[in-house]
């Protein structure tokens, strides 16, 4: 099911074809080293088992979705709405996308594109984004996208973190 469409991209349920793609970009340690765990390691059984664990409630707008370009219909990366806090009026937004489409706009894209849709679909009332303070690349597109910092910390390992968040 189409979730959102882009000026270049169309942000999809993610279907049992897209998996070998989302599996080579998840196997890159470049695409995956802002990532939480950092986990670049992935079986195909281990990564459907990722986006069925986090689609239980897709059917309530909220997910793992495939970031396909329009014109090649090249799966580039995933985008996300995450129930974070167990409140659907506040959600958490998440993207990881291949390096070979970096520093395309891309990221921006799709994160005002996931923004436009929480706001307006799901009725969403406040966006959050939460990434390490050395992926200058997120924390640009949080600012581009009209973000604010609001929290900054460190994790477990002494890793800065920072957060941003833009509500309706």
Known sequence: MLRLETERLYIRDAE?????ELLGIYNRKEN?????????????????????????????????????TK?????????????????????????IIDSAYWKQGFGTEICRGLINYAFSTMKTKQLIARMYAANLASVRVSEKCGMKRVKNGFTSDGLEFLEYSISR
């Open 16 to 20: 049992e074809s897209d998996f070998d």
């Open 71 to 95: 014109d090649k219909q090249h799966i580039i990366g995933e985008a996300g709405l995450f129930n974070s806090f167990d409140d659907l009026s506040v959600m958490e937004l998440g993207y």
């Open 32 to 68: 995956m080293q802002y990532v939480s765990d950092g986990n670049y390691h992935w079986s195909k059984k281990q990564l459907i088992a990722k986006y069925q664990k986090f689609n239980q409630q897709i059917e309530n707008g909220y997910g793992i979705f495939a970031v396909e």
